[in-house]
């Protein structure tokens, strides 16, 4: 992995840029929709923001946790699964959400779109033996 004080650096630029032009700057990485993360540190209990792709899949967003085929989990989905509550901006538009891990059925279903939005995510997940988890991210109260 990158250094992790670069990489703190570039997700600080990324989103300050993201914010200040609505998403006009930073809208995309790679080609691929992206949003802003806002979750709750599981140990902190503080705000987390990172800067994600995604894809749309009816009124969900889906994430995917691959940390760059890693062998460990992203921080921001172990804070998920210690507080599914979180916010995304899309744009301008904020929105409440509840994560969860997207069932195999579902995976199987969104990966080869995750893909081919993508490519890397595949060689993410050769490089790793952990099943790179694909997150749904459900408005809440829906």
């Avoid at 744009?91 to 959400?97: L, P, Q, T, Y």
Wanted: glycine share 8%; net charge positive.
């Amino acid at each position: 992995m990158p250094n992790r004080t670069l990489v703190r650096m570039a997700t600080a630029t990324h989103e300050f840029w993201y914010r200040m032009s609505g998403g006009v700057i930073g809208g995309r990485i790679m080609g691929a929709p992206c949003l802003i993360l806002t979750t709750t540190g599981r140990k902190s209990g503080a705000k987390r923001t990172t800067p994600l792709m995604f894809l749309r899949d009816g009124e969900n967003v889906v994430i995917v946790a691959s940390y760059g085929g890693s062998p460990k989990h992203p921080v921001w989905y172990l804070n998920l699964q210690a507080n599914p509550d979180a916010e995304v901006l899309i744009g301008r538009e904020h929105r409440r959400v509840r994560a969860r891990t997207a069932s195999d059925e579902e995976r199987d279903r969104l990966w080869p779109q995750l893909v081919a939005m993508y490519k890397s995510y595949a060689d993410y997940q050769t490089k790793t033996t952990r099943k790179i988890p694909v997150v749904i991210l459900k408005p809440a109260g829906a």
